[in-house]
């Protein structure tokens, strides 16, 4: 929602429905910093005792200055707190934080030493009796909402725009909430904050009861995000329907390839996803969901480009190369893409995927031979290998053993070479 910050002009800020018991933080104290913070980034006490009283997320500090303490993220707000004395360190902006680094590795505190932060003595349940700096958000008089928040005893539909204030209406007269999936809301919550969510004939259904069947996390998500977004909205409907709605298999991006007309659907997909995370930097942590327009708008303008990619990966097991088809098609499309010198590209790729002549510190070779031997092959491992051999190649430098191991290192990035290198002969 709009909240106007001292000395900056307006800006969305993600903020997260307030929770309405508050009783087991309300001994909290804060300190005077954590009280300046939040006057300064306009985050109000309630939003602060809300992230203590239900985080999506707790982690030990990893602020050597504060080895005892904890975080809690709720939202966009992030709040150290000492569980035993009961008190709150500071309070966060994490989307202001994040914008100043792309990753936020260790709580920042203001303060160079610990005894410049003196706890005042105003506990959290003063601060919960303080009137919420949130301004309270009203309904808008339409047809529309009308016609939603009324009880329908026959089947209906239409589409509508759904606001954050109505979704949390919704929500919070839903008696049926299934158990809140967080990746799902915060996937789709970055899709519409980026405008990237496209209406379908998927939306919220409701039953006859006032109960949601279907769209519950579409509607946290559009609270999380605080934009408003069209659906279709379903009402009147039989109270068992949520037994069968979404009992189907889902719709891949390799269905959704093959109803182009593409060939090879698996590997291409696959290949496209692996490219994606490449360029954005998601190769470093876990497992990532990313939906299928995301993969499709990235492919857009480089159809060909990846179909000759999955094309020539497809030779691999012909020539008894054990790497993973989506690393090494995703491996030839990054050097095709980036890469100015075609005549060293297409070397270091012939070598890699024939084989033939190769002396044992040849980083082809090496490339060859840890695939052959790994045996928990995965395409992330194996284009981090391809990356690493490609810079030793490019630079001239002989290698006989290519290791990459996630938890220790960064994942490669690709090496480009100057513009008129050349490699030694012989």
Known sequence: MPVKTPGSRARLRKAKPLVASLDRVTDYQFTEHALEQMRERNISPYEALSTLAEPDSTMNNRDSQYPDTRVADRGDIRVVFDPRGRTVITVIDLDEELRKSRKLHRVALTPTTASQIEVKTITGAEMARTPSQRKAREFEDSDDVR??????????????????????????ANTRNRPKRPRDVNEWADEMSAKRWMTTHQGVAIDRDGAIVDGQHRLEAIIESGVSV????????????????????????????????????????ATIRLALMFDNMWLDGGSRRIHTDIILAYREGREEDFREAT????????????????????????????????????????GVLIGANLSRDDPRF???RVAGNDNKRTATVHLALWLKAWHRFATDQPARVLMYKRELEEFPILYVPPKNFRRAEG
Do not use: Q
């Open 366 to 368: 090496a490339l060859r």
């Open 311 to 350: 094309r020539w990966s497809a030779l691999a097991g012909t020539h008894g190369l054990y790497l993973m088809r989506t690393a090494v098609a995703t491996g030839y499309y990054l050097l095709h893409r980036d890469i100015g010198n075609k005549r060293l590209v297409e070397e270091f790729c012939e």
């Open 147 to 172: 016609w939603l928040l009324a009880r329908h005893s026959t089947e209906d539909i239409r589409y509508m725009v759904v606001s954050p204030v109505i979704a949390e209406k919704l929500i919070s």
């Open 230 to 269: 069209r659906m279709p909205v379903a009402v009147g409907l039989d109270p068992d329907t949520y037994k069968v709605i979404d009992s189907g298999r889902k719709r891949t991006t390799a269905d959704a390839l093959a109803t182009d007309g593409e060939k090879s659907v698996l590997n291409l997909a």
